[in-house]
C-alpha cells in the first residue's frame, strides 16, 4: 500500500472538520445567541447576518462525511455504529434547523415556533456534534475489525462535558460574528456576551486537556513524555496568548480581531486534538493504515476532490466577498 494515501485523505478529511466547525460554528452560534435577543428585529439582523452562508457551509460536513467512508471504509462501518444515535440525532437537528430558517420568514406574524425551533435545533446539533467529539476520543470498542460494544458507549461524564463545551465554544464564535457583521444593538448583545463566553470556553479547554491525558495513557505519553513536553508546550502557551488578544480586542472595541481570533484559538483546540490523537482514526487501535482503502480507491476519489475542492473553496470566497460588509436592520438575504 502507498504510504501517504493515507495522509493525503486523513489531511483531507481534517481540513473539512476544521473548516466545517468554523464556518458553520459561527452560524450555529447565531442560534444559539437567538434566545438573548429581547426583540424580533435583533433576531431578523442576527439570522440574516448569516443568511447567505448558512447552507454553503455546511458542504464541509458532507465533504468530511463522504471522504471517511470513501477513504477509509473500514473506520466508518466502526464509528457509525458506536456513535449512530448522536449522529442521527445531530443530522435531524441540522434538518430541522434548516427547515426553521426558510419558515420562519414565510411565518410571520406567528413564526414564534420556527424561532424555537431554529435555537434548539441549532443547540442539540452543537452539542450532539461535542458528544460525538467526546465519545471517539475516549475510544472504540473494537474486536475483529468491528465495532463491539454497545449503543450507548459514547454516553459518559466526558462526552456530555465535550458537548457543551462545544455549544459555548460555537455561542463565542457567534459572539464575535455579531460584532464584526453587525452594529448598534445586536452588536451590543455580541459585545456584552463574549467575555463571559471566552472565559467559559478557555475553562473548557483547561478541564478537557486535564481530563483526557489522566483518563486515556496515551495521549499523557504523548504530552507528557520526553522530548515531545518540551515541543509541545507553545500550542497551550498560544492559546492563552491568542485568548488575551481576543479579551483585550472586545474591550477595546475592535470589531475583526475578536472573531479572527477566536477562529485560531479554535484552530489551536483543534490542533491540540489531532496531535493527542495521531495517527489513530478508531482510537485507540486502528490507524489511518488500518482503515484505507485499496489505493487504487483512494486515488479514484482523490482524483475528482483534486477538481471539486477547488471549486468549493472558490465559490465559499466568492459568496462570502459578495455578502461583506455589516448587516443594517431591515437588510438581509433570505
Known sequence: MEWYLPVIWAGLIGTAV??????????LGIAILFPFARREEERDVMMNS???FWDGNETWLVLGGGGLWV???????????ALYLPVIGMLLALVFRGVAFEFRWIAKPRHRKWD???????????????????????GVAVEDRQFAGGPFDWLTPFSIFVGLSVVTGYALLGA?????????PVQDLGRRLAP????????????????????????????????????????????????????????QGREAVPFFGTIVLFLLGYAG???????????????FWDTAAAPASQIFFLMGTIFLLPLVLGYTAFVYWVFRGKIAPGEGYH
Open 116 to 138: 424555537i425551533a431554529f435555537a434548539g435545533g441549532s443547540i442539540i446539533a452543537s452539542f450532539l456534534q461535542g458528544v460525538i467529539l467526546g465519545g471517539l476520543l475516549q
Open 176 to 184: 464575535t460574528w455579531l460584532i464584526m457583521r453587525t452594529s448598534g
Open 71 to 81: 477513504a477509509f471504509p473500514l473506520a466508518y462501518s466502526i464509528i457509525m455504529p
Open 50 to 52: 448569516v443568511a447567505p
Open 273 to 287: 486534538l489531532v496531535i493527542s490523537n495521531v495517527p489513530y482514526l478508531v482510537p485507540p487501535d486502528l490507524t
Open 196 to 251: 463571559t463566553l471566552l472565559l467559559v470556553v478557555m475553562a473548557a479547554m483547561v478541564v478537557i486537556s486535564l481530563w483526557t491525558p489522566l483518563a486515556i495513557d496515551r495521549v499523557a505519553e504523548r504530552w507528557f513524555s520526553t522530548p515531545n513536553i518540551f515541543l509541545l508546550w507553545p500550542i497551550p502557551l498560544a492559546a492563552v496568548l491568542v485568548a488575551y488578544i481576543v479579551w483585550r480586542a472586545i474591550g
Open 18 to 27: 476544521a473548516m466545517y466547525v468554523i464556518l458553520d460554528g459561527f452560524d
